[in-house]
């Protein structure tokens, strides 16, 4: 159908996008002072100040944090796809060494003397490089016209006084520059303007298919097994590479005592009062989300890297096996085999009643670190095409929320997708009352409406409003990409544009997203410039990840035999007498009242509710949430012929 988009999109954010895609067809190098004026204009939300005189230091520390802290010796970024396009443009990037940032995983190479080669897994990536080179060359020069002047070896207060920043934008500029320190800062600001090129490699829609098949050829041999079934079915989820780890591995809360005894003499972030305070209440649910946290900052405190061998060894024994940038992409992934987990190692929030039939699943959880934007599409379509059954696509992330707090939870049904300007529709498989019991602070909205916008940088007020009288709340950047991926997993076409897609009724498989409130631009309380979510997202990091892991925990899938079985059926012979026949082939069923763990809530005995008439019969509803079961009564002359009843069969939610 044709449709318009839910709001005209900003004449300023499309004018910049138009004009950076357009300059980065050149086959040469585009200065990057040529994005300037389309950038200040844009008024992007990230860097409102891009047109005043003053240093906007917020912008700036965002962009160099995400950005290598070689920055200031760069003078030209390359962008490719892959080591050989690399290698035909005459970089031989494989002998660069390898750079990070802070605030962004992506494969960079850096060669020493002035030329950094970003390596880029979808449009995505683009998108959000071009506005932090933009941004971090606006404010550099800025800065460096105020304190080329400064005598060297000026002190804290005559920068600080230079700058025309407080005492609180001094330390973001410090924060900004990472380790080297102000010292070092300030003479690299004050030596010199800065004047970067960008270069962007022939790029094509295939290169990014080869990205995510070189991906998936890092993750397939963890996954697929000798002996059959070789491709197990999968439930894929979309989080982090440590919450999922920490709650079904037990490794944190065995070296729980140690970690704790470090933080009291360490102090890391200045968490150590917090630690006191929690070892205080006796509560030990209350100081797992904080041994959670540090377990990182431990491990890499062990110079010998002894600590994450021990880790990796501990997680191996309890199936769960770990994927770092598989296929020189820095996307880790971790595959769980849900038989080898040992129940006695599970959060206690995980040790639901039944658990124990885990032990006879032959399914995985195969999680991924969230991707960026588009990356999303390409990982999950690639991965659809490597497994078996996909059981559930889970995904949590961060959002920016127009209507809530730092530390909601967000869930949302709807979602409006920038890259294919079209509007999805679908049944989230999580509600409220799934992530509020573990949910200390904050609060948890279902019935939202999700955008997922190109970058985080290209949007700005006038865009957010007009998106929120429209009701849409919850802004990210891959919720329509994986839904993209989810409509050519179940429908024989390309995700088509400018569309409202239904997937309530349509996906064979659970589908849930959760998004926990990381900053409030519309408010202006707390904004992505503002700080780091640290210790304090983790209440709401870990609720969603408690969510995800408990979805459906006391349900049992009964496999069919894979041979025929000669079956005669006397006329008169009840369905309950069928049904104890049918039950001693292969995986046909199971007596519910007789094989039923006696750990398990006890059968529904509601009554069925009728729900709708379908073809030769009729459907009926019993039960709700995980509970709920789909009855489905056939009348037809064939079942009455040979059963001398009609047919019913039940599947459950």
Known sequence: MERLPPVAPSDEIDLYVRTYTSLLRSSGDVDVRAFEEAHAFSASSLHERALEPEPDVSAFGYAAA?????????????LGQSHELFEAAGFDV???????????????????????????????????????????????????????????????????????????GLQKLVEAFGPPGLEVAVQALARGPVSLKLRMLAVS?????????????????????????????????????????????????????????????????????????????????????????????????????????????????VGLSHVSTPGHVDVDAQVLELARLDPSCLDPRLRVPGVEALTRSEAVILNIDYPLGMAAYYCLSRLGQGIGELRG???????????????????????????????????????????????????????????????AFLQNRRYMSAFYRDGYTVLEMETGPFLGAIYELIYPQPLPRNQIIHLSDKTPFDVGFLHYASDTPYSRRQSLLSKSLSYFGVDSTYACAIAIVRRNPGSLIIPFDHTAHHFTVEPGQSILGLAARLAGYGGGGTNCLKDRPATMPPVNSEAPVLVKTVKNGKRYRAGQGNDTFHIVHLFSELFSRILCCPATYICTS
């Open 66 to 78: 995400r950005l290598p802290n070689e920055m200031p010796q760069v003078r030209r970024v390359v």
């Open 393 to 455: 696509v889970y995904v949590m992330g961060k959002a920016a929320t127009l209507n809530g707090r730092v530390g909601d939870v967000a869930l949302s049904g709807t979602c409006y997708d920038e890259h294919s300007s079209s509007t999805f529709l679908f049944k989230n498989a999580f509600g409220a009352r799934d992530v509020a019991p573990f949910l200390r602070h904050g609060s948890v909205f279902d019935n939202q409406a999700a955008l997922s916008v190109r970058s």
């Open 205 to 317: 829609h295939s290169q990014y298919q080869r990205a995510a098949q070189r991906w998936w050829s890092g993750v397939e041999p963890r996954y697929v097994r000798p002996e059959g079934p070789r491709r197990r079915p999968v439930y894929f989820v979309s989080s982090n590479t440590h919450a999922i780890a920490n709650l079904v591995g037990g490794y944190a809360r065995e070296k729980g005592d140690a970690i704790v005894d470090w933080a009291r003499r360490t102090n890391p972030e200045g968490l150590g009062s917090e630690v006191e305070a929690l070892l205080a209440t006796g509560d030990a649910s209350r100081l797992a989300p904080m041994v959670y946290y540090l377990l990182r900052a431990w491990i890499h405190d062990d110079a010998t890297g002894e600590r994450m061998r021990e880790v990796r060894e501990y997680e191996a024994r």
């Open 94 to 168: 494989r002998t660069w060494k390898i750079v990070k940032t802070r605030g962004r995983r992506r494969p960079l190479r850096w060669d020493g003397d002035g030329t950094l080669a970003v390596y880029i897994a979808s449009a995505s990536d683009i998108d959000d490089l071009v506005p932090l080179v933009t941004a971090y060359q606006i404010e550099w020069n800025k800065m460096h016209a105020r304190l080329r002047a400064l005598a060297p070896g000026a002190d804290r207060e005559a920068v600080r006084e230079a700058l025309g920043l407080d005492d609180a």
